[in-house]
């Protein structure tokens, strides 16, 4: 997802304590979701992860509905098209597909064995994007500016990886709800599913992973003149 943790400008006290506290607790909240997801594939199987953690995720992915506030109301630095984007996304998911057909998540009824694994594989794509995210950026709003090192590769590189298999998984979940939506919905939010993963989530998806990639390009581009500046100053 988009930065969501970098202050607008230089802030105050409360507005950077509020940061650390959202982001520290959004951390440990989907350090408890990708804990469920593993204890349940570890015990019982992927049919069973959506009822250890689908009511769970859901709650804690509509938390980051936050983020579009803060990227609206100049909280963060973060674009608000693209911060929309994602957390719209994920809405349309926890809400809009599992929150209505469970049995997709779980591999039955309408859903097979691969809706379940795709589901399993969604959540861990997210949940550890996530820990990883909102903890950098605890801890870079609570050290100045100077977050672990490890994290910062992470934060960086592991989305090259994580979002294609989350992109892709929760496509294969949109796919799969086509049919059940015309009667356990209306006809017309099928044609809607139709249409959001066939047309709109292609060029999403690139709009999404080419912004991660200009990201990532920034920073590195920035730590490495900020680099050549203190080996100058030396």
Not at 14 to 21: A, M, P, R, T
Not at 165 to 188: D, F, M
Request: net charge positive; with cysteine; proline share 6%.
């Amino acid at each position: 997802m988009a930065d969501t943790a970098k202050p607008a400008k230089k802030t105050s006290p409360v507005k950077n304590g509020y940061l650390i506290l959202y982001n520290a607790v959004s951390a440990v909240l989907w350090l408890t979701v990708l804990g469920r997801v593993v204890g349940a594939n570890l015990t019982t199987g992927p049919q069973l992860v959506y009822p250890a953690t689908g009511e769970f995720c859901k709650w804690t992915q509509t938390l980051a509905g936050m983020e579009v506030l803060h990227s609206l109301l100049g909280v963060v630095r973060a674009p608000f098209f693209t911060t929309f984007m994602q957390v719209f996304s994920r809405y349309a998911i926890v809400w809009g597909i599992t929150g209505l057909f469970p049995e997709l998540a779980r591999g039955r009824g309408a859903g097979d064995s691969y809706s379940s694994l795709a589901y399993t594989s969604m959540l861990c794509a997210w949940s550890i994007t996530e820990v990883i995210r909102y903890s950098y950026f605890a801890l870079t709003l609570s050290s100045g500016g100077r977050p672990p090192a490890v994290l910062h590769w992470l934060r960086y590189h592991t989305f090259f990886v994580l979002y294609p298999v989350g992109i892709s998984s929760e496509a294969y979940l949109i796919w799969r709800a086509v049919e059940p939506a015309k009667s356990g919905v209306s006809p017309l939010y099928s044609t809607i599913l139709f249409g959001y993963v066939a047309l709109v989530y292609p060029p999403s998806a690139y709009i999404m992973y080419t912004h991660m990639m200009a990201q990532r390009r920034k920073v590195f581009k920035a730590a490495k003149a900020q680099k050549g500046s203190d080996s100058k100053a030396k």
